[in-house]
């Protein structure tokens, strides 16, 4: 086997983190490599140095054999390697055709002009690839999640065309943000690249890492750890590689005994926003983890939203502890003890420009301050510690830049602003895993169970059947923005997966 | 200290170095500057445009506008003198609890009507104009004689002036409230990512509410201790310092995009541009190079103040 | 219809005000008062061509007056004129220009590499172009002789003169910029994700620099056409673009913050703002009360044009 | 401070890039020049705000002494800069802006010299007249108002409604706010030709430049030199519209001379040889001549040149108030 691209003893701090400390790694031809690791572990930051974001700060590179400097993402890409982000990076305002060749421009323009026939033509033919049956020239913005996804993937597939050699496609957390069939689909998208390319791929799923993946390269805090063919690993033994030996026993997976209040926290009757879900009716007791499922689109964010008060339109009745809920915004969802983590971490979870301790206080501050408005940062900061060391997230003060932690890290922080006070009542968790490593998401779990052992209503969308069912007293199934089943007693028992698929589509 | 303490500390105190720089050079040109009572007079003349310079600081902490400061606190100018004979004293106060009041209301309903701040500010701007012009029938209108309010701002205490204790207080007030409460946190976080600190279940309304209430109402009182000087208001008098006010703060290094920066900040700004101006009047350049110098050296010293490792993207 | 509502809000609102005036004056919807405030929304029109790129880039540029007013200057010195002897005929135009481009390059530059907002920049650009202009004048005005350029002001073709057709044809051409060029397309995504753009390669400084070039072309452009106007070079030419070239780009939709917008929603919210000041005159207005109305109107005019938008979660700065 | 301040002069003007300013600080630096001093020239952009921290800053480093000259450039903030100069113990003497209520006399009576002003009132009036003169009496006209809170706007509106009164046939239809400016003149101008049409008979331009505004309209309209239009401050460019017939006419002051008074005035008192205490409240707040230029004298006005020597600070001291209009009468400002 040939060695298509290799890193030799790279080191990447930030100020005073090390993100990459003396990594070494090679890839070879045809071949895809699973990477995983905690969060904050360095997979990203490596990703990035392969595709010319980063400049190491010691460390050679190597594409075929021959040494090469690395200086944008221009020269990498001309050097065959193409990154899919972890975060969208798409234009919404433009078109379809012109994303997949932003950064490609002798392709679509001449003289600074576009030939918008020719790009049509091209465009199509990459999306062709991906089977996106959509126009070349809609707007990105028309576009659904998952379909954006795809688009990523068609962007970086058209390095087929453009580059000669061999190929290094770059995955980071392609899947977090897909349903299954779309993974299916960019799966088999992968093998067909393989024959004249070398994928990465990260994940924090198992189960995906070792049905695509011919290898398995595992970092912890910035260095690598083991490198595995994928014959001779399991998943409890990736898992004990990345998380430690200590904390591997898995708790969170033993069914929980419940103790659900009585008298419901939430009742929806008949609650309708139009174009998206319709005539829902549901209860949520206190002490009870009520999971939504469905594919994407059947409306279960939705029904979190509309409770939150961020719904434009809806009609219907929600009734808090037996009395009309009367929220239309935000602000008055909280005061009533509603909290929400929002799916999009990057718009409306994190406050970026800010610190991890602004992120934490913002909501709920002010109930540890010496009252009239007035917050003590002081009691804050033991405060903010403490949930920092009991969830682990991974930072170097709280005094850090929010933006500046891994995908994972930021979603924790985002999660902890809401346990941070005293008079939550509900709480509704829009995928609220989605980029955590397992040994964080097994952290999670634990949190979400105490928090409904001491009482608190929880109202889950999740990212994956298996989280639902791990965590959830009861699920309702949602298809095409109605209830389609509800499931009782899923911790005694657990229905099928088949059964909660066949009641999704 | 290590050079890179040294380098941090300026970074963090670009402001108050550059203060010290030009204060040492317009001295050295003319040493009678740094005697107290030119100094006093300079920021007895400046309070009005310090005391803007500080309520505008709040809107653009937000990231937005108040283009509507100049026009009221001309109006405020206009409505004290017409209302102080009736009321006295109490016209100052009417006035400026008024103009907090409607500016509360236009940051109320740049949320309610979602229209951007430029808009809602650029539409009150005209609509304050028109209402000093129609008021005053485009006239001046002098002040009742022998107002205490008005007696007081004009002199001084303890040797200093009474405009500028007062631009001090607020601003000190300002600045113990953005750090100290929760609002101030609000401000800060909604600079810097509204939607997010909206999710989070602030009130962003309000939050605009009283960032734009605390902008009008400190042009209203700029507006005041104005005519505490010339004893006359007309629909115009304070239109021109929109302009110097927004230039303040950015000198002071809050950046426009939000969510970085602070009044005390603002205030030597302020003070930075007006020794600027002085160090331009009395550096003997004919007229015509005289805009030039100012635009340049202002330029020099926003390069200086601002701290780019906390502005992401500069635009 | 509920779609033209949504895509096409400030052209009902310009459509609105337009039947309000044509119902309550009766000179309001002549076919010479349409010239009228077609000849009088050519030059801010010019104008918010040039804003409109950098704005929708995201940055803004505040140096309108000052370059309009130094281009008039430098145009005036260096055409036949009734007090300096140079001439050097209609080289003057693209000399001015060419100082328009060089004014909107050294803002971008200095914003760019220096790391300073463009607004900050622009406002010392303003000051220091008003400088220049006074430095460049001579002791009395200078009056136009050079006849082929005053009369693109008196010269009419159908009732316009030609400053309105230059003004159709640049509109037309900026159109297609905007349109099919790299650089049309690349300043909405700029201002709409500046950081992926980065991220992919793009150069997006030389995209900066040429549309502040281009807005400085613009205005140095609007310096000449109001030379020909007022057939003087002045130093004050300029004063009184800038907030309604602005004001007119956001009411049209070309946002502050970027990645909106664009030329012919700028051209709308232009028309929008003449044919507010023409109508107000039209229907006698008190001019004591003019400019609270116009405060007025842009604020309900943008409102009712973007009610549809509403949502909870949208960002309004 | 080492240098004998009454030989500087500081002149606070408008701008320097109009005829106006440029023949007022010519004569100005006539008379300092005579005694071999200086003019320092400060531009103030028309903004009162930059003209008090200009002052701030000339008087901040101490300024026993010093003598200015200064253009208010709005009446509300005459008493500020003349106390201000007072305190520093500096001597002034203002051009065209006061507020109604204040005089040299009564406020800040040992600094503040003199105010000089020309007869607002007069312009509106006189041009006024001339335009009832060429419309025989009769018909319609338009005015293009300065910047409304203007004093020189004001006062040239009452001289209009003055002219109005001995005039009943000519009528007002229609005023607007040119701002002092020929490009928004033009746009109001052309706005009113699609609305009036040919009812209206006459302009008023309230100042040149919307005069030449004004004009540029009409001539779009082909109606150059048969509307009657009316400007006031005697520019070079509108003289010559009036010597071609198509502007009727305009008022010039005696703008050098206002200059070199100003200048004379505030130096002479620095040196002693004139005696606040001496002055007539005539003396200390007047209006100086001014000159209608019609057809009939343009040409003559156009081919004047001031001669330096009448200008040295000996020959205006003479007889400073030779060309004194008279007091500023009560309810002008
Ligand atoms: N621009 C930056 N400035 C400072 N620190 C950074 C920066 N980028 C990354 N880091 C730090 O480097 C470390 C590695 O981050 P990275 O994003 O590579 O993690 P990751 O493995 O991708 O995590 P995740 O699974 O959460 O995506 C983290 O501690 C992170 O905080
Ligand atoms: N189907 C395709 N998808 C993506 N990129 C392509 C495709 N076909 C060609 N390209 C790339 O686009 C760029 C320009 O392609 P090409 O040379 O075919 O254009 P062109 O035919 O040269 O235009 P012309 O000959 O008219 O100048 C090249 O970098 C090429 O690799
Ligand atoms: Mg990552
Ligand atoms: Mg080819």
Redesign the interface.
């Known amino acids: 086997m040939t060695t298509a691209f290799s890193l030799e003893g790279i080191t990447k701090r930030f100020g005073e983190v090390t993100a990459l400390d003396n990594v070494s790694l090679t890839l070879n031809e045809g071949e895809v490599l699973g990477l995983i690791g905690q969060n904050g572990s360095g997979k990203s930051t490596i990703m990035k140095v392969m595709a010319g974001?980063h400049r190491p700060d010691t460390g050679i590179i190597r594409v075929g054999g021959k040494v090469v400097q690395l200086r944008?993402?221009?020269e990498a890409?001309q050097a065959g390697i193409g990154l899919v982000?972890q975060e969208q990076?798409?234009?919404?305002?433009?078109t379809v055709a012109?994303n997949l060749f932003?950064?490609k421009?002798a392709t679509s323009?001449r003289l600074?002009?576009?030939r918008?026939a020719k790009l049509r033509d091209r465009a199509k033919h990459q999306l062709e690839k991906v089977e996106l049956d959509i126009d070349p020239f809609t707007s990105v913005s028309e576009l659904s999640f998952g379909q954006r996804q795809m688009v990523e993937l068609a962007k970086v597939l058209s390095l087929e065309e453009l580059v000669h050699g061999h190929l290094v496609i770059l995955f980071d957390e392609p899947t977090a943000v897909l349903n299954p069939p779309e993974i299916q689909s960019l799966f088999s998208q992968i093998r067909r690249i393989k024959h004249r390319s070398s994928v990465v791929f990260v994940s924090h799923r198992m189960d995906e890492i070792l049905d695509i993946s011919d290898r398995v390269y595992v970092m912890s805090d910035g260095r690598n750890v083991a490198d595995r063919d994928k014959e001779n690993v399991n998943v409890d033994e990736l898992y004990e590689l990345m998380v430690g030996k200590q904390r591997v026993n898995r708790e969170d997976r033993k069914p929980r005994n419940a103790q659900i209040g009585a008298e419901p926290a939430l009742t929806l009757k008949n609650v309708t926003v139009p174009g998206e879900i319709e005539g829902i009716s549901l209860t949520l007791a206190p002490g009870e983890i009520l999971g939504l499922i469905g594919v994407q689109g059947s409306g279960a964010e939705t029904i979190l939203r509309t409770v939150?008060?961020?719904?434009?339109r809806w009609s219907g009745e929600i009734d808090y502890f037996g009395m009309p809920l009367n929220v239309d915004?935000?602000?008055q969802?909280?005061?009533k003890g509603i909290?929400?983590l929002?799916a999009e971490r990057k718009?409306?979870?994190?406050?970026?420009?800010?610190t991890v301790s602004?992120n934490v206080?913002?909501?709920y501050?002010?109930q540890h301050?010496h009252g009239a408005?007035?917050?003590s940062r002081a009691r804050e900061r033991g405060l903010i510690h403490n949930w920092v060391t009991k969830l682990g997230i991974k930072t170097p003060s709280i005094g850090q830049r929010i933006?500046t932690l891994s995908g994972g890290n930021q979603q924790k922080v985002v999660l902890s602003?809401w346990l941070f006070g005293k008079t939550l009542k509900v709480l509704m968790l829009d995928h609220p895993t989605r980029g955590l490593d397992p040994g964080a998401r097994s952290d999670l779990f634990g949190v979400i169970r105490e928090l409904a052992d001491q009482g608190l209503a929880i109202l889950l969308v999740g990212d994956t059947l298996d989280e639902v069912l791990t965590l959830s007293d009861a699920i309702i199934v949602m298809k095409d923005g109605r209830v389609s089943a509800r499931i009782e007693g899923v911790q005694a028992t657990p229905p099928s997966e088949e059964e909660l698929v066949k009641a999704m589509v | 200290m290590t050079k890179d303490t040294i380098l941090m500390f300026l970074r963090r105190n670009g402001a108050l170095v550059v203060l010290a720089i030009i204060l040492t050079a317009v001295s050295t040109a003319a040493p009678g500057i740094l005697r107290w009572r030119a100094i006093n007079s300079l920021l007895q003349d400046n309070a009005p445009l310090l005391i803007m310079i500080v309520g505008a600081t709040l809107p653009i902490l937000l990231g937005c506008l108040d283009l509507s400061i100049a026009a009221m606190a001309s109006l405020a100018a206009v409505m004290a003198a017409m209302l102080s004979p009736a009321l006295g004293s109490a016209s100052a106060y009417v006035v400026v609890a008024g103009a907090a009041m409607i500016g509360g209301l236009q940051g109320w309903m740049i949320g309610r009507l979602q229209v951007p701040s430029f808009v809602i500010s650029l539409g009150a701007l005209g609509i304050f104009k028109g209402i000093g012009m129609y008021l005053t029938a485009a006239d001046m209108v002098g002040i009742a004689p022998g107002i205490s309010v008005y007696e007081t701002l004009g002199s001084r205490s303890f040797g200093i002036s009474n405009a500028f204790i007062l631009v001090l207080i607020v601003a000190w007030l300002f600045t113990l409230m953005l750090k100290l409460s929760n609002l101030g946190r609000n401000i800060y976080a909604f600079g810097a990512n509204e939607i997010a600190v909206y999710i989070s279940g602030v009130r962003r309304d309000m939050v605009r509410a009283f960032a734009f209430a605390a902008s009008s109402g400190c042009a209203a009182l700029g507006g005041v201790m104005m005519i505490s000087q010339t004893m006359f208001a007309s629909a115009t008098v304070a239109n021109s310092l929109l302009l110097p006010a927004l230039v303040g703060v950015v000198v002071g290094g809050t950046a426009i995009s939000g969510g970085v920066g602070g009044v005390l900040s603002s205030l030597i700004g302020g003070l930075i541009a007006i020794l600027i101006r002085v160090g331009v009047t009395i550096s003997g350049l004919p007229p015509e190079s005289q805009d030039v110098a100012f635009g340049i050296t202002i330029l020099i010293a926003v390069a200086l103040t601002t701290d780019r490792a906390k502005i992401g993207l500069v635009k | 219809m509920s779609n033209l509502i949504k895509s096409q809000g400030p052209l009902l609102a310009l459509t609105g005000l337009v039947v309000i005036f044509s119902v309550f004056s009766e000179s309001f919807a002549s076919m010479a008062n349409f010239a009228a405030v077609l000849e009088a929304a050519a030059i801010p029109a010019i104008v918010a061509i040039g804003l409109t790129y950098v704005l929708m880039q995201a940055s803004i540029d505040l140096s309108v007056e000052g370059v309009a007013s130094l281009a008039n200057i430098i145009l005036s010195i260096t055409v036949a004129n009734s007090v300096t002897t140079t001439d050097i005929g209609l080289w003057a135009i693209p000399l001015v220009l060419c100082a328009g481009l060089l004014v909107g390059a050294t803002s971008a530059a200095v914003s760019i590499y220096v790391r300073m907002p463009s607004l900050i920049v622009t406002l010392g650009m303003w000051l220091t172009t008003v400088g220049m202009a006074a430095l460049l004048f001579p002791d009395r005005l200078p009056q136009l002789l050079e006849t082929r350029i005053t009369q693109l002001a008196i010269d009419k073709q159908f009732g316009l003169s030609w400053i309105v057709y230059l003004t159709l044809a640049l509109i037309l051409v900026a159109l297609w910029v905007e349109k099919y060029t790299r650089f049309g397309r690349m300043s909405r995504a700029i201002g709409e994700n500046e950081p992926v753009l980065i991220m992919s390669g793009i150069k997006v400084n030389r995209h900066k620099i040429a549309a502040f070039a281009l807005a400085g072309g613009c205005y140095a452009l609007a310096g000449i056409l109001l030379g020909a106007r007022i057939g003087v070079g002045n130093t004050q030419s300029g004063v009184g673009l800038l907030f309604p070239a602005i004001a007119a780009c956001v009411l049209g939709g070309t946002l502050l913050s970027g990645g909106q917008g664009g030329i012919r929603q700028s051209m709308i919210g232009v028309l929008i703002l003449v044919s507010l000041r023409n109508g107000l005159i039209q229907i006698g207005v008190d001019p004591l009360l003019q400019s609270a109305l116009e405060g007025a109107v842009i604020i309900i005019a943008v409102a009712g044009s973007t009610w549809h938008l509403r949502r909870k979660v949208r960002v309004i700065k | 401070a080492q240098d004998d301040t009454s030989k500087k002069l500081y002149l606070g003007v408008g701008n320097t890039s109009a005829d106006y300013w440029t023949q007022m600080i010519w004569g100005a630096t006539q008379v300092m020049e005579s005694v071999g001093g200086t003019v320092a020239v400060i531009g103030n952009d028309f903004d009162p705000q930059k003209s008090l921290q200009n002052i701030g800053a000339i008087t901040a480093p101490g300024c026993e002494g010093c003598i200015f000259t200064w253009f208010p450039d709005s009446p509300a903030f005459t008493k500020t800069f003349v106390e201000k100069i007072g305190d520093a113990g500096g001597f002034i003497t203002t051009l065209w802006n006061r507020a109604e209520e204040i005089h040299p006399w009564d406020t800040a009576p040992d600094a503040w010299i003199a105010n000089i002003s020309f007869d607002g009132v007069d312009a509106g009036y006189q041009n006024g007249m001339e335009l009832c003169k060429a419309m025989n009496g009769e018909g319609a006209i338009v005015v293009l108002q300065g910047v409304l809170d203007n004093a020189p706007a004001k006062q040239r509106t009452m001289g209009l409604e003055k002219a109005i009164a001995e005039c009943p046939g000519m009528t007002i239809l229609d005023k607007q706010v040119g701002s002092w400016q020929q490009a928004p003149a033009q746009d109001i101008m052309r706005t009113w030709l699609t609305k009036y049409g040919d009812k209206i008979k006459g302009v008023v331009g309230q100042n040149d430049a919307m005069a030449l505004g004004a004009l540029a309209a009409l001539r779009e309209a082909g109606l150059a030199g048969k509307v009657f239009v009316t400007g006031t401050d005697g520019s070079s460019d509108v003289v010559k519209q009036i010597e071609s017939g198509e502007i009727l006419s305009t008022m010039s002051g005696l703008n050098e001379y206002q200059g070199a008074v100003a200048a004379a005035l505030a130096y002479g008192v620095r040196v002693g040889d004139i005696k606040v205490a001496d002055l007539t409240e005539a003396q200390r707040d007047f209006f100086m001549q001014q000159i209608l230029i019609t057809k009939a004298n343009a040409t003559e006005f156009l081919a004047r040149k001031p001669d330096p020597a009448e200008y040295s600070y000996e020959a205006i001291k003479a007889d400073i108030w030779a060309k004194s209009a008279g007091q500023i009468p009560a309810g002008v400002n």
Not at chain 1, 308 to 312: A, M, Q
Not at chain 1, 347 to 354: D, K, L, P
């Open positions: 974001l944008s993402p221009l890409a982000h990076s798409l234009i919404t305002s433009l012109e932003l950064d421009p323009t600074g002009v576009y918008w939150f008060g961020l719904s434009d915004s935000p602000p969802a909280v005061d909290g929400y929002p718009t409306e979870g994190m406050i970026r420009n800010t602004e206080a913002i909501t501050g002010w301050g408005g007035l917050i933006d602003k």
